[in-house]
């Protein structure tokens, strides 16, 4: 006859699950390296037309119409200037709806010195505007990240 001890196996533990399904932390540090690296990136090349770009005088000669299911139709001004007596064209990379100028606006481009056809529009919203978003939201990741890895402790 057995015992009430011995009526039982005594319980296995269980492997903690940690140490194998870590897969999630890879993925979320990706994400903040990823996000802050093209903030960066953005950044940089934003500051590189500030500092060695030349401001052109531009005139908005077209608004390309830009169709999504999620936001609908938007606009995006098409600038022609000329650099060296060449003319050339630039689609800013900003849509809006409204459109943020009509035909015929003017407005002030900086562009390459070394490569007239590469041009930003000069304004915050053009130059600055993803790495403001980018880096800090990269951070503010890399933070959740760093603390979700010593909460976990996945090298258990």
């Not at 500030?50 to 608004?63: K, Q, R």
């Not at 000069?122 to 760093?146: D, G, K, Q, R, Y």
């Amino acid at each position: 006859m057995q015992t009430a001890d011995e009526a039982f196996e005594p319980k296995k533990r269980k492997k903690s699950n940690s140490g194998g399904n870590w897969w999630w932390l890879i993925m979320l540090h990706s994400t903040w390296v990823i996000l802050f690296g093209l903030g960066a990136w953005y950044g940089f090349t934003s500051w590189r037309f500030v500092s060695a770009g030349s401001e052109v005088p531009a005139t908005v000669i077209a608004l390309t119409e830009n169709y999504s299911s999620d936001s609908g139709t938007t606009y995006s001004p098409v600038f022609e200037y000329r650099v060296n007596g060449q003319t050339y064209t630039y689609e800013s990379v900003n849509t809006s709806d409204p459109p943020s100028h009509q035909v015929g606006d003017r407005a002030t481009l900086l562009v390459d010195p070394s490569n007239p056809k590469r041009a930003r529009e000069n304004t915050f919203w053009e130059l600055w505007l993803l790495p403001v978003i980018m880096c800090p939201v990269s951070l503010l990741v890399a933070v959740i990240a760093i603390v979700l890895t010593f909460v976990t402790k996945p090298w258990k």
